[in-house]
T-cell receptor, first 113, second 112 residues
Framework: DQQVKQNSPSLSVQEGRISILNCDYT??????FLWYKKYPAEGPTFLIS?????DKNEDGRFTVFLNKSAKHLSLHIVPSQPGDSAVYFC????????????FGKGTKLSVKP | DGGITQSPKYLFRKEGQNVTLSCEQN?????MYWYRQDPGQGLRLIYY???????QKGDIAEGYSVSREKKESFPLTVTSAQKNPTAFYLC???????????FGPGTRLTVT
């Protein structure tokens, strides 16, 4: 059973607008969440993270929001740029399991000029 | 500059052959990981190692084997017992106690 779910396989957004990527989780023991960006045939690159003691973390155009009661997090990209077009993976860790991350299936973002 | 290298980028093998994928890191990270990605799927953990000469099975270890003889190297062998070996394989590393994992560029293995 999936512990980290990204229910939207794809998202299309106009350049300059906001992109919102969503992620839900089921394990209440998760205490750290990360977003990775992946281009085809390349390895994922770390984008932004958030600890469960926070509800928001911002880094330039990227902001991650965490709603623990709803077991939901979202990544906001403002403004969206064509270079943001990639697959975005949400990942979570419970701090145990020796640092292992549980990944969602990813959301493919397309930003149109 | 520091990073993770995986070689080769593309690998082709005949069914029934074992194949070893290379992963090297010069980040001085203690932990290393192997993931598999299939189309439309997330990353699934095959094996991980927190320290030299020690490793543990991940969620889908059957048909795979690893070794960790050196801190900077974590090769993955895809054996003939792996029923669906064709996939994109990703190696990652992290510093002890850190959540963030750094990924290599990946190896696409095709078995026919």
């Amino acid at each position: 059973d999936q512990q980290v779910k990204q229910n939207s396989p794809s998202l299309s957004v106009q350049e300059g607008r906001i992109s919102i990527l969503n992620c839900d989780y089921t394990n209440s023991m998760f205490d750290y969440f990360l977003w990775y960006k992946k281009y085809p045939a390349e390895g994922p690159t770390f984008l932004i993270s958030i600890s469960s003691i926070k509800d928001k973390n911002e880094d330039g155009r990227f902001t991650v929001f965490l709603n623990k009661s709803a077991k939901h997090l979202s990544l906001h990209i403002v403004p969206s740029q064509p270079g943001d077009s990639a697959v975005y993976f949400c990942a979570a860790s419970d701090g145990g399991s020796q640092g292992n991350l549980i990944f969602g299936k990813g959301t493919k973002l397309s930003v149109k000029p | 500059d520091g990073g993770i290298t995986q070689s080769p980028k593309y690998l082709f093998r005949k069914e029934g052959q074992n194949v070893t994928l290379s992963c090297e890191q010069n980040l001085n990270h203690d932990a290393m990981y192997w993931y598999r990605q299939d189309p439309g799927q997330g990353l699934r953990l095959i094996y991980y190692s927190q320290i030299v000469n020690d490793f543990q099975k991940g969620d889908i270890a059957e048909g795979y084997s690893v070794s960790r003889e050196k801190k900077e190297s974590f090769p993955l062998t895809v054996t003939s017992a792996q029923k669906n070996p064709t996939a994109f394989y990703l190696c990652a590393s992290s510093q002890a106690g850190d959540y963030e994992q750094y990924f290599g560029p990946g190896t696409r293995l095709t078995v026919t």
